[in-house]
């Protein structure tokens, strides 16, 4: 008679037990691995570019965005011999993070400077529907010396590899002002250059795809700015300009709004302008100017955080900006009523400060990039925000 022993019965739950749960000859699973604790985030800031770095007097003009696979792309000013604008010898560089940005790699050159009014800057960048990265930006003479003989020229770059490289500057000036533009307003304009920072791709309705970005242009005789918009359906291959956008703007960012318009943002000192469109970014309706966002006439951005067609609980945006009159106290401004009002601002930084950029992270985090000048010349700072340290200020 089989004595089933304390210790047969172990036998049987450990090693005969589960080969005939699994089936004959095949080894029972490994338990499953413990799931990976939750990526805790935290504040974190790291100085991206000094004066005197790479042999460069400045830095200026930031611009940031996530691509696809979470890598950060950052593209600045390299201001040689001083902070002027253009038409002074400036070149465009970039830097990648693939680590939500504790680490940078070197920058990576997109348009060398090779003397005065033979400079490039102010560059903005969008990533397209496929993963390429178009860049465009301005060189050449500068914006109020302009004329359709001696022109600010636009250009666009593109990256097929996540800003490991960059083609060549194409020239698409006459496309966009001056006696050949495609659209005839603008052919009374001397002049343009893009909003630098993030530029916009539309993934809402018919035009979904669309890029576009912000420019202003100078008028013929004077020097007002209206703002237009230049937009691509073809991933940046082909251009075309809108209806001017704003009268009397400078300096402006783009936004798509979960019910399929898209917002403009315009520099203003004082009340922030604004306008809407309702076909795409083609035609535009009647500007005006945000009461409770007055500040100094500086560039800033815009970010879509969340949004109630994506299936979070409300529409968050935010928008960086100096809360103040001077350049100094870049703030973010909150908006949950996608831009109708907005709530009062959390300090992003405590003093002198310019141009800012604004990008979500694959970790859910906040990343900007800013002009700090507590000393005179700017440094570009990169900061991580977590999103409910802004929201619950």
Known sequence: MFHFSIFNLQFFLTAILPLMIWGCGKPA???PDEPPAPEVIEYYEQC????GDYSSTNWRIPAICTLPDGTLLITCDRRKYNETDLPEDIDIVSRRSTDNGRTWSEPVTIAQGTGRKHGFGDAALVVCGNGDVVCVFVGGNGLFASSE??????YVCRSTDGGQSWSEPEDITAQLWGSRATNPTCRNYRASFFGSGNGLRLTRGEHAGRIMFAAAMCRNGNNTLDNFVVYSDDNGHTWQVSDRAYSGGDEAKLMELVDG???ISVR???ARGYNHSSDGGEHWGTQGRWECMKTNACNGDMLRVAATDRGNSRNILMHSIPNSMERRDVSIY?????GNTWQDPVLLFDGPSVYSSL???KNGSVGVFLEENPN???????QNWPVDSILHR
Not at 149 to 154: G, K, T, V, Y
Not at 376 to 382: H, I, K, V
């Open 149 to 154: 003989s001696d022109p600010i020229r636009s």
């Open 261 to 263: 318009r898209v917002l």
């Open 268 to 270: 203003q000192n004082g």
């Open 48 to 51: 991206l570019f000094r004066p």
């Open 359 to 361: 990008t979500l992270l």
């Open 334 to 338: 909150v908006s949950y009523d996608e």
């Open 376 to 382: 005179g010349p700017c440094e570009l700072w990169f």
């Open 29 to 31: 699973p490994e338990p």
